[in-house]
């Protein structure tokens, strides 16, 4: 799969008759100095998104390491990578490390991950707003950037709000988790008794309600989050301007760096059925930056170099992550056993 990706995705720069042989030159004659820069402020992006998640936790009483948690982000990127449905996969992966190392804690993990996910979904909609009015002011702002942007400002907003009453109306969310196990215990014709499961899932729906709730009490802690995500945002940012000026292209206005970034991220958390999302956000990215009057050669170099950290750097970081976990388990389990023997 990630083999056809980037065949579809050079086949689309041909057709901008972008020459091959010059991104390679171009990689070749990339400025190292900003581009380890783009590496530092990828991996301290990842940073700053955990120490938001950590603040969400504490409050909770979920009292995990900092550095179990950081495993458990890199965890769920390297899950998201495998799995095309970027929107869940990581976020399930993370909830189930989280209730395994603290039994019990389902509710409390989910609470604290869909708390971030509203706080990331403000700050993109922030962004995207603010970037589309000082392209306006710079006379930059086209049709169809202009149409896309209100059309996913509105569908964030959407989602948003839909998500949003369904952590504050607990009625509705019980009525999904009894629909969704009889739908479950129907197709399985009755082979599945899911009565126990029913019990627990509705117990962590009761303990998400209430964290929900005790965040609404706590705006330290909601702040604390904020900035932490806030600054992750922003490295993430830096890294577009960095792999620009490795490339010796500074150009690119920070308005469009803006409008670019989240478009891209409101488009790739699109789950497209790819596993190592490979062509499709290259396509998108690559297009984005075309339609900013950045040149084809220098939009399809920057995406590659681009992606070759936020995907493929953060893809062996999650992999070396999801083995240091798998093997602590296995470890864990052996000493357990020992115990469980010595005791007999």
């Known amino acids: 799969m990630p083999v056809i990706g980037l065949a579809v995705f050079f086949a689309y720069i041909y057709l901008f008759n972008v020459d091959i042989i010059q991104i390679i030159a171009a990689v070749q004659h990339a400025?190292?100095?900003?581009?380890?820069?783009?590496?530092?402020?990828?991996?301290?992006?990842?940073?700053?998104?955990?120490?938001?998640?950590?603040?969400?936790?504490?409050?909770?009483?979920?009292?995990i390491s900092f550095l179990r948690e950081s495993l458990f982000v890199w965890f769920g990127i390297f899950i998201d990578t495998l799995i095309p449905a970027e929107s869940i996969s990581g976020e399930i992966s993370k909830i189930?490390?989280?209730?395994?190392?603290?039994?019990?804690?389902?509710?409390?993990?989910?609470?604290?991950?869909?708390?971030?996910?509203l706080?990331?979904?403000?700050?993109?909609?922030?962004?995207?707003?603010a970037g589309a009015i000082l392209l306006l002011f710079e006379q930059q702002l086209q049709g169809t950037i202009l149409s896309l942007v209100f059309f996913l400002v509105a569908?964030?907003?959407?989602?948003?709000?839909?998500?949003?009453?369904?952590c504050f109306r607990e009625n509705w969310s019980m009525r999904i988790v009894n629909v969704i196990i009889r739908f479950v215990e129907r197709i399985s014709r009755g082979h599945?008794?899911?009565?126990?499961?029913r019990e627990e899932v509705i117990?962590?729906?009761?303990?998400?309600?209430?964290?929900?709730?005790?965040?609404?009490?706590a705006p330290r802690t909601l702040v604390s989050a904020f900035v932490a995500t806030a600054v992750s945002w922003m490295l993430s940012l830096t890294v577009f301007y960095f792999v620009f000026l490795s490339l010796g292209y500074p150009e690119i206005s920070w308005s469009a760096v803006l409008v670019i970034s989240s478009i891209f991220v409101a488009l790739k958390s699109i789950p497209v059925g790819v596993p190592f999302e490979v062509g499709f956000p290259?396509?998108?990215?690559?297009t984005l930056l075309i339609l900013f009057g950045v040149p084809p050669g220098i939009s399809a170099t920057a995406t590659i170099l681009m992606r070759l950290l936020t995907l493929w750097l953060r893809f062996l970081i999650g992999f070396a992550a999801q083995q240091w976990v798998g093997i602590r388990t296995i470890t864990l389990g052996a000493k357990d056993g020992d115990r469980n023997s010595s005791g007999k």
């Not at 380890?36 to 979920?62: E, G, P």
């Not at 117990?203 to 009490?217: C, L, P, Q, S, V």
């Not at 290259?282 to 690559?286: D, G, K, P, Q, R």
Request: a positive charge; zero cysteines.
């Open 203 to 217: 117990e962590a729906a009761k303990a998400f309600h209430g964290a929900m709730r005790e965040y609404i009490h």
């Open 192 to 197: 599945w008794k899911l009565e126990n499961l």
């Open 96 to 117: 189930y490390l989280v209730s395994r190392e603290q039994n019990g804690a389902a509710g409390k993990a989910t609470a604290s991950i869909v708390a971030q996910r």
């Open 155 to 166: 569908l964030t907003l959407f989602f948003l709000m839909l998500i949003l009453l369904l």
């Open 119 to 129: 706080i990331g979904m403000g700050i993109n909609i922030g962004t995207l707003l």
């Open 282 to 286: 290259e396509i998108t990215l690559t």
């Open 31 to 63: 400025n190292l100095s900003f581009y380890l820069l783009a590496a530092v402020a990828t991996l301290l992006d990842t940073l700053f998104y955990t120490l938001a998640w950590h603040s969400l936790l504490r409050f909770l009483h979920v009292k």
